[in-house]
Structures are given as structure tokens and as C-alpha cells.
């Protein structure tokens, strides 16, 4: 449960299978032979930090530096004591205090954590006041969301716990959240079983509040849990808390997934006295339900004309952009892209609303795989896809690695290979977020690569790619596999994906 600070481990003197981890850290070096496990606490160290499970039974502490040596070779010769001892003077309790408060005001936990488990080690931890400990508990819960950082959450915690420190309304809260999946792309059941015991912990000491209700109906919705949705529902009802706009939005989405209409036909009938039925979250999740369900269209359809106030008599919320990319969305699935290229081009000019990249990324994919048409439809839905990204450009919405994807994989089904290239290099060269549409200024664009310049960028890109990985860049657009693979044959080869001549 507690992550570590990076490590080197490096073979030193041969005292039978001697080993030596080493940590610098703001340039000193610490050093302890002290023993590998706290037996007060079962908490145990390890050597390997890029593989241990930060669990309480597994490493806390690596910035130490100790020589573990076989039965036969267990002292150390009296250079190294002395070194040790010299080191541990450097860090007694007022320095190791002092450097914990200085990383604190980073409010940065990677950077906090390794002097905080350096504390506990040596069980400094004590002298900490609640007031610090509130304050790592938040920093913590700011970070990202990670394992790493729900594990030393949970550390914290159960030190509190130890001190007797009672946790706050909030505090619950946020680690209801964290517990709850957050840090995992798909929830899973013990997410909400271990959400639902900290619930009950908490109404030990506090009456629930509806954020707190609304963070487990949503868990309980995306595990398509309806029953336990509902069944908090009711219970948030009747401790006499009113459900807001989000809960009923969560509690109609999860009813979409399991393609219960009825249940929204009523809970929308239900809405139509509570202030709820203003709220535009409500009536798109009422509309994502319509849209999955067999005959859903017509309602849905009613739905959106009523947002968009050709409905007079209906009391309905103004549409969003979510609102549009709902239904855009289910008349590209149903192959109406025509209709919906032209409510795209009304959407900013006469409804005066911003279009999302989940919009634009529905299009590209609408047009991924349609190399079966003729010759004709291929350049007119070439030139449907030129136009999307120039909208795209202009309204200076930000591309992800899935409108890469998506786009760039279009273009190559129908044929437009140096299209394709140009493309990827464009995105590539805007990874790092700075996608802002044509330029403003008066000088003239500059003059599109060459054939034999732009394979050239595009191999650089693609070599690239292959060899640097940097996933933890904000807003980095990159490319999956499938896609790398594809570009990187057709320019090996020469041949586009049907054997023919690629034209480069």
C-alpha cells in the first residue's frame, strides 16, 4: 500500500550476496542498516520498488541504503558503521521535520511521500499535528488518480485512525470516491462493496448528504447495478434529502443501459412538478436512453425538438453541445449522415453552439471502413472528410489520439494516402495541445511539403513513435498500434492496403 521512490539497485562489495539499494535525494544519500521489518506495525521493506504492491505488508521505505549479507558475513566492516552513523546524524528528527514541511508547501504527494514514509520508519510520525495530517490527507486526495495514490490514502488513513483522529464529512466523501473506481478506466463490484462500507461507517458518525448519495448511485449506474441505484434512491428519499438534477440524470442513464424505458417514460412523467425537469443533463440522459432503445427515435426526436424550442407548449431546457452529439450520434448510426453534416453546419450558425470533439471523432468514424464505394462517392466522402477537419481547424476544438485514429484510418480507406500522411504529421507536431486553427495573421501560409519531404516527416514520426513511449504527457496525441503497423507498411512498401500503388 505504499509507494516508492525510485530506486537504483546496484550490486556493491562481495559479502556473500550482498546488495545495496541506493536513493539520492536532493543530493544526500541516506543510509541505515536498521531492520527490514517493524514488527509493531507488520509493515516490511523490500529492494525491488517498481514491483512491490504497496500493500501493509509490503514496502514502505527505499530511500535507505543497507548491506544485507548472507549468515556467514553479517557485520560490516567499521568504514561503512562509521559512514552510517555519520548519515543518520544528518537526519534526526528536527531535519527530517523540516524537510517534510518544505516538500509539503509543493503540495505535491509524489514529493512528499518518501519523507513522509522516512518519518514513520523511524517513527517520527508521532510528533506530526492532526492539522498535517488533514493536510496530507488532501494532498493526497488532489493527486492523480492513480493506485500509487489511493494506496497512500489509505495509509493515511489508517494512521489517523490510529491517532484517533475521527474523519470529516468531506473526507469521507473523497475517499468514497477514490475507492470507488477512480482510479481504474471500468469499475468493478468490489468498487461498490467497499464504497457501500465506508457509507455505513460514515452514518455512524454523519447524517449522508446528497453528494455523498449521488457519488454511489453513479458508481452503482456504471456497473449497471440499477437495483442498488434505486435502492439508494429510496433511501436518500426517505432521509429526507432531495435527489437534484444530477441524481435523476445518473438514475436515467443507468435505466438507458439496461434498456428499461418504461422506467424513464416514469421517472420523466415524475419530473414534470420538480425543478429537476429544467435541467438539461436530465433530458440528454433521457435521450441517450431513447437512443438505445429499439423504437426510442420518435421520443427522442420529440425531445430534441422541444430543446430547440420548436415546441412552445413543452417545458424543456435549453440544448447543449452534449445535447447535439446525442442526436447526431444516433442519426449517423442509423446511416442518415447527410442530414447530419448539414445540422453540424447549423449548429454554431443558427443555434449558436459550440461543437465538441465527441463530435467531430462520431463523424470521422461514420467514414472508417468505406472503401466499398465507387469511385464517385469515394471523392465526395474525401471531400466531407476534408471539410470536418477544416471545421474542426476553425472552431479550434483540440484534436486526442482517437480523432488521429479515426481520421487518419478514414482517409486511408478511401485512398487518400498522402492526405493520410499529411495528417498524422499535422496531429503529431499538435501533441502537445496547441491545435489552434489556421493562422490569423496576413503573412501567406506556407507551401504544402513535397511528396518525398512529407514521406520523410512521416517516417521520422512513425521511428519515433516507436522507440519513445510518453504516456504521461498532458494532452499527447498518439497513435494505437493497428494504426502504426498500417502507416509504417504503406511506406516500407509503397503499396496502399490493397496492394496497389501508394503514390509516394
Request: negative net charge.
Amino acid at each position: 500500500m505504499f509507494p516508492e521512490p525510485k530506486a537504483k539497485v546496484s550490486k556493491t562489495e562481495e559479502f556473500g550476496f550482498a546488495w545495496q539499494i541506493k536513493i539520492s535525494l536532493k543530493g544526500n544519500v541516506l543510509e541505515s542498516c536498521d531492520p527490514f521489518f517493524d514488527n509493531a506495525k507488520n509493515r516490511a521493506y523490500s529492494a525491488d520498488a517498481t514491483t512491490s504492491h504497496e500493500g501493509r505488508s509490503t514496502p514502505r521505505l527505499h530511500f535507505i541504503e543497507c548491506l544485507k549479507s548472507t549468515p556467514n558475513s553479517t557485520k560490516t566492516s567499521p568504514p561503512i558503521q562509521q559512514q552510517q552513523q555519520q548519515q543518520r546524524q544528518q537526519w534526526s528528527k528536527p531535519a527530517a521535520l523540516s524537510e517534510l514541511y518544505r516538500a509539503m508547501a509543493t503540495q505535491d504527494i509524489d514529493l512528499i511521500w518518501p519523507f513522509y514514509t522516512y518519518l514513520y520508519h523511524y517513527h517520527y510520525h508521532k510528533h506530526l499535528s492532526d492539522h498535517t495530517y488533514r493536510q496530507l490527507f488532501n494532498f493526497a486526495a488532489n493527486g492523480k488518480a492513480t493506485q500509487r495514490n489511493l494506496n497512500r490514502l489509505l495509509a493515511l488513513v489508517e494512521d489517523m485512525k490510529e491517532r484517533a483522529m475521527q474523519l470529516r464529512m468531506e473526507e469521507y466523501h473523497r475517499l468514497i470516491h477514490w475507492v470507488g473506481g477512480y482510479t481504474v478506466p471500468q469499475k468493478r463490484s468490489h468498487h461498490l462493496t467497499e464504497a457501500l462500507a465506508l457509507f455505513d461507517e460514515m452514518q455512524q458518525y454523519y447524517t449522508p448528504s446528497r453528494v455523498v448519495y449521488n457519488t454511489l448511485i453513479h458508481i452503482a449506474s456504471q456497473l449497471a447495478d440499477v437495483r442498488t441505484a434505486q435502492r439508494l434512491y429510496h433511501d436518500m428519499i426517505a432521509h429526507d434529502i432531495q435527489p437534484d438534477g444530477y441524481t435523476y440524470a445518473i438514475l436515467l442513464s443507468s435505466m438507458g443501459q439496461m434498456g428499461d424505458r418504461e422506467g424513464i417514460d416514469r421517472m420523466m412523467a415524475e419530473l414534470n412538478d420538480h425543478d429537476a425537469i429544467g435541467d438539461t443533463a436530465v433530458w440528454n440522459a433521457a435521450m441517450a436512453g431513447y437512443a438505445t432503445q429499439f423504437n426510442g427515435r420518435e421520443k427522442m426526436e420529440d425531445m430534441f425538438d422541444a430543446m430547440l424550442g420548436k415546441h412552445e407548449m413543452v417545458r424543456a431546457p435549453e440544448a447543449d453541445a452534449e445535447t447535439f452529439r446525442i442526436y447526431l450520434q444516433m442519426m449517423l448510426k442509423e446511416g442518415d449522415r447527410a442530414k447530419a453534416l448539414a445540422l453540424l453546419k447549423d449548429m454554431h450558425t443558427t443555434y449558436h453552439i459550440q461543437p465538441n470533439l465527441a463530435i467531430y471523432n462520431a463523424f470521422f468514424e461514420s467514414y472508417v471502413g468505406g472503401n466499398g464505394e465507387d469511385t464517385n462517392d469515394a471523392t465526395v466522402r474525401l471531400d466531407e472528410l476534408r471539410w470536418l477537419y477544416e471545421h474542426m481547424r476553425i472552431n479550434r476544438v483540440r484534436p486526442n489520439s482517437e480523432t488521429m485514429h479515426r481520421l487518419v484510418s478514414a482517409l486511408l480507406d478511401y485512398g487518400d494516402i498522402k492526405g493520410a500522411l499529411r495528417t498524422f504529421v499535422q496531429l503529431s507536431k499538435n501533441e502537445a495541445g496547441s491545435f489552434s486553427g489556421p493562422s490569423s495573421s496576413s503573412e501567406d501560409p506556407p507551401p504544402p511539403a513535397a511528396p518525398e519531404q512529407l514521406q520523410g516527416l512521416a517516417v521520422r514520426i512513425l521511428t519515433k513513435r516507436r522507440h519513445v513511449l510518453e504516456p504521461t504527457q498532458p494532452g499527447a496525441i498518439e497513435p494505437n498500434q493497428e494504426l502504426l503497423d498500417r502507416l509504417t507498411n504503406i511506406i516500407s512498401t509503397g503499396k496502399d492496403d490493397s496492394g496497389g500503388d501508394a503514390g509516394l
